[in-house]
């Protein structure tokens, strides 16, 4: 992906009553290829795991006139309870757009569907206790009438009530397990669900300690102070940009050894950034380092050696 030349943190004020609302959303805009895209950063609201959603973008010019109109739908695991999550892919969004409204379709959670603002609950409806819903009989009902309807009630037992058919919605994705669990005794589903519940947790940390360190827009960035710190770059880009924001996080550092031998021409730095030693060592090609914001580079010319070309370049702190 080309490097962006503008990034901008929008916070989304538009609030409802949804159980996944958007916080707010980040634009990267390149201005050479005339392209954009955004990064969503969403809240769920529920006290149970979000596994998939779909949401309408509707994009606005300058004059506020409706542009372009789409669905976006995203139907594997998103985040846990009462968490806040930036869904890993981008949404391209017009060159012309200038602001954006996000209206949520549908959202799927562990023990329940929300859609268009009715909730769903078909954990604890299964079809071993369907006969007993559709005819149900009192401790005192008439055993003629009782014995009259057997061969209807076979009938029903046989042919799935019309909200368990097979639905070609990627959301409704746990109602045959919720029906097959219930047919165990009450001990294996007790044991079931302290397995399930160790294999999440045990799951959510690795996912934790693994995501200290991730990509994006070909950046190799770790967490660092709050904010993340570049510590390679895998993109064929000559001219570079190093945005305020990656992932959703402050940019703060540029690691030592980050571009070393890279083939880079300029780089611009756009935030308030900390240069570590040796970050651009043995970059042939380099020839200027523009910076407008605060920033330090440690080691004085080391960050910066074995460089021939580089003519401009910030001076320390």
Same mark, same amino acid.
């Given at each position: 992906?080309?490097? $962006?030349?503008?990034?901008?943190?929008?916070?989304?004020?538009?609030?409802?009553?949804?159980?996944?609302?958007?916080?707010?959303?980040?634009?990267?805009?390149?201005?050479?290829?005339?392209?954009?895209?955004?990064?969503?950063?969403?809240?769920?609201?529920?006290?149970?795991?979000?596994?998939?959603?779909?949401?309408? /973008?509707?994009?606005?010019?300058?004059?506020?006139?409706?542009?372009?109109?789409?669905?976006? !739908?995203?139907?594997?695991?998103?985040?846990?309870?009462?968490?806040?999550?930036?869904?890993?892919?981008?949404?391209?969004?017009?060159? !012309?757009?200038?602001?954006?409204?996000?209206?949520?379709?549908?959202?799927?959670?562990?023990?329940? /569907?929300?859609?268009?603002?009715?909730?769903?609950?078909?954990?604890?409806?299964?079809?071993?206790?369907?006969?007993?819903?559709?005819?149900?009989?009192?401790?005192?009902?008439?055993?003629?009438?009782?014995?009259?309807?057997?061969?209807?009630?076979?009938?029903?037992?046989?042919?799935?009530?019309?909200?368990?058919?097979?639905?070609?919605?990627?959301? *409704?994705?746990?109602?045959?397990?919720?029906?097959?669990? !219930?047919?165990?005794?009450?001990? $294996?589903?007790?044991?079931?669900?302290?397995?399930?519940?160790?294999?999440?947790g045990v799951t959510m940390y690795i996912f934790k300690k693994d995501t200290k360190k991730f990509t994006e827009d070909s950046y190799l960035v770790r967490i660092y102070d709050d904010g993340v710190a570049v510590y390679?770059?895998?993109?064929?880009?000559?001219?570079? /940009?190093?945005?305020?924001?990656?992932?959703?996080?402050?940019?703060?550092? *540029?690691?030592?050894? !980050?571009?070393?031998?890279?083939?880079?021409?300029? /780089?611009?730095?756009?935030?308030?950034?900390? *240069?570590?030693?040796?970050?651009?060592?043995?970059?042939?090609?380099?020839?200027?380092?523009?910076?407008?914001?605060?920033?330090? *580079?440690?080691?004085?010319?080391?960050?910066?050696?074995?460089?021939?070309?580089?003519?401009?370049?910030?001076?320390w702190d």
């Open positions: 992906m080309s490097s $962006f030349n503008t990034v901008t943190k929008i916070k989304y004020t538009e609030r409802t009553s949804e159980p996944v609302t958007l916080n707010e959303y980040i634009v990267f805009q390149d201005d050479k290829a005339k392209c954009k895209y955004i990064v969503f950063r969403f809240n769920n609201n529920v006290t149970q795991q979000l596994l998939g959603m779909q949401f309408e /973008v509707c994009q606005y010019n300058a004059e506020n006139n409706l542009i372009e109109k789409s669905v976006v !739908a995203y139907n594997q695991f998103l985040a846990g309870a009462e968490e806040e999550f930036v869904p890993k892919a981008k949404l391209r969004v017009s060159f !012309a757009c200038s602001s954006i409204s996000v209206r949520l379709i549908q959202a799927a959670f562990d023990r329940f /569907v929300w859609k268009e603002g009715e909730y769903t609950d078909s954990t604890y409806k299964f079809d071993m206790f369907y006969h007993d819903e559709v005819n149900p009989q009192g401790d005192g009902a008439d055993k003629k009438a009782d014995k009259g309807k057997k061969s209807k009630d076979k009938k029903a037992k046989r042919e799935k009530p019309e909200k368990y058919k097979k639905s070609k919605h990627p959301f *409704i994705l746990r109602d045959a397990t919720a029906r097959n669990i !219930a047919k165990f005794p009450k001990v $294996f589903n007790v044991i079931a669900i302290i397995l399930v519940i160790a294999f999440v390679g770059y895998t993109g064929s880009d000559s001219n570079l /940009v190093i945005p305020k924001e990656l992932g959703g996080y402050t940019v703060k550092k *540029i690691d030592s050894g !980050a571009f070393k031998d890279s083939k880079i021409s300029t /780089v611009t730095i756009n935030c308030d950034i900390i *240069i570590a030693d040796g970050a651009f060592v043995n970059c042939k090609n380099l020839q200027a380092v523009f910076a407008d914001t605060k920033y330090e *580079i440690k080691g004085n010319d080391d960050a910066f050696r074995n460089c021939p070309k580089l003519i401009i370049k910030p001076s």
